[in-house]
């Protein structure tokens, strides 16, 4: 009886050591499914933003002029092991599709290929856009990624392409100092200035080409040239 016993017990032990051995050998645990996971198995591929996806730029009309928008990143835990070079695409396809005008596609220059070095993690993005183009309202054009030329690299569903508003710069752009007196000429009753701290600062910025947002401490104003 103690010998059946003991046969019982290490038949029992054999199918579970099997079981286990079949268990880790399991297609889901390999590719990362289910079970252990190897940190940087999902190497991504990225060109990093905010949540909406877009730069805005303003721009001076002064022709041909390169422009940084960002980097291509990979996400990892570490540093590329490997020189990948990435392939970009300006294709707008699909990329805009609430009928955004888009700015001439072949008045910006995107790299055809960069590449993340070996030991780094991202590239610089740098486009060459004539702004000679620009208009007073935004057009677009985007930037997104194509392919990896390696294996084990994944293009990030939600970071994969940045999409970017560019427009013309008001030439009057810029933070200016404020010195002496100044009459408010709606309601002069009401708002009269005497004397200003000596770095009173207001920033004049964009609205559109012939229009300027003037930005105070308290409350932005539009003017128009």
């Known amino acids: 009886m103690k010998s059946t016993r003991k046969f019982i017990y290490a038949f029992t032990l054999i199918l579970l050591s099997v079981g286990v051995t079949s268990c880790l050998k399991d297609e889901m645990i390999e590719d990362q499914e289910i079970g252990l996971i190897n940190l940087d198995a999902k190497k991504i591929i990225e060109i990093p933003t905010d949540a909406s996806h877009e730069i805005g730029l303003t721009l001076l009309p002064e022709g041909e002029k390169q422009i940084t ?92 392409v940045v999409k970017v508003n560019a427009k013309v710069k008001h030439k009057y752009e810029g933070r200016y100092t404020l010195t002496g007196s100044f009459t408010n000429l709606v309601a002069a009753n009401f708002f009269h200035i005497t004397t200003l701290e000596p770095d009173y600062t207001v920033q004049l910025l964009t609205k559109d080409g012939s229009t300027l947002k003037f930005l105070t401490r308290t409350r932005p104003r539009v003017f128009s040239n």
């Open 69 to 160: 928008l960002g980097e291509v990143r990979l996400a990892a835990e570490n540093v590329a092991k490997e020189d990948i070079v990435v392939t970009l695409s300006g294709d707008t396809t699909g990329v805009f599709t609430d009928g955004e005008p888009i700015f001439p596609l072949d008045k910006v220059q995107i790299p055809a290929t960069v590449t993340i070095p070996k030991g780094s993690r991202s590239v610089p993005l740098v486009v060459t856009v004539n702004t000679a183009y620009l208009q007073s309202e935004p057009t677009y054009f985007s930037v997104s990624v194509k392919s990896v030329d390696k294996k084990g690299y994944t293009i990030s569903g939600n970071y994969g």
